[in-house]
């Protein structure tokens, strides 16, 4: 009898044949037919080429519902996405996890986004909701894009080191971390940012692979893999610790002057 493949290996074929596809120049895809075999990617129609990933254009989308695709690169991130995210809803790599679900919860936000925004996982709101930060944490979020940056929270896209809810929203484990590594690995190599704002030290000190503590972490921009990135504290902290407000501000002032967007001036 065949053993079907593991999540880990089907989202790596996906991946690889995407990647492949795209380097061949197909720019869309067509849903696989019900019954499809597992970890087979969308089928492919011919179509003219698709600029390199590093210049893919990015066109913002004005809302959740409008993520369909307008260009061609556009069309080839949702489609990706899709396709991971289906693998996402079926993964029972962490067992505790899985049997305490609501549901998974993958990500939200524009696929053609130059910055994500990720913390660190799914609390009961998100659990319940399927959508990151919509609790009160994520409401503060939403303040610091909409009021602050003076963006849409449909223009940047917004996910998690896990993608299940910690039981008593715990401190997610390390072996926890690892397996929703490739999921959060792929999601960001289709939608390739120029920009990642970590919030909180597990988000972090995860992306990163390093142990040093936030508050050394935040204030300037490190590197993961070509992508700039800003650390600063998570919502729920400033919600508890409200004197960090100034310095979350800081940092996102910091972000925006990097992205090109025009920062308040302070007032004397
Ligand atoms: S946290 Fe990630 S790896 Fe673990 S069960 Fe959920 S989706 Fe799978």
Redo the contacts with the bound molecule.
């Keep these: 009898m065949s053993e079907q493949p593991s ?1 880990e290996h089907s989202v790596r074929a996906v991946l690889q044949r995407l990647e492949s596809l795209r380097r061949a120049g197909v720019t869309h895809l067509r849903k696989a037919p019900a019954g499809a075999e597992p970890g087979a990617a969308p089928a492919a129609l011919p179509a003219a080429s698709i600029p390199e990933s590093s210049s893919l254009p990015r066109e913002p989308m004005p809302s959740k519902s409008a993520q369909k695709a307008k260009s061609p690169a556009a069309a080839f991130r949702v489609e990706a996405l899709a396709e991971v995210e289906r693998r ?1 809803a079926g ?5 505790e ?2 049997a305490s ?1 609501t549901q ?1 919860v993958f990500g939200v936000g524009n696929p053609n986004a130059r910055l994500v925004f990720l913390g660190e ?1 799914p609390g009961a709101d998100e659990d319940r909701q399927g959508e990151p930060f919509v609790g009160r944490a994520g409401m503060l979020l939403t303040d610091i894009i909409e009021k602050g940056m003076k963006l849409r929270r449909s223009d940047v896209y917004i996910c998690n080191i ?3 809810r910690p039981p008593e929203n715990r401190t ?1 484990l390390p072996v ?1 971390a690892a ?2 590594r ?2 959060l690995d792929a999601q960001l190599a289709i939608i390739q940012p120029e920009f990642i704002c970590c919030l909180g030290t597990v988000a972090a000190q995860n992306l990163l692979g390093v142990s040093t503590p936030i508050g050394q972490l935040r204030g300037r921009f490190l590197d993961y893999q070509g992508i700039k990135v800003i650390c600063t504290y998570h919502p729920a902290y400033v919600l508890r610790n409200p004197a960090a407000k100034r310095h979350v501000w800081d940092d996102i002032q910091m972000l925006m002057a990097e992205m090109g967007l025009e920062v308040p001036k302070k007032s004397k």
Excluded at 91 to 95: E, I, N, P, Q, V
């Design positions: 999540a996402v993964c029972t790599r962490c067992a996890l899985a679900r998974t996982a896990l993608r299940c997610p926890e397996n929703c490739e999921y």
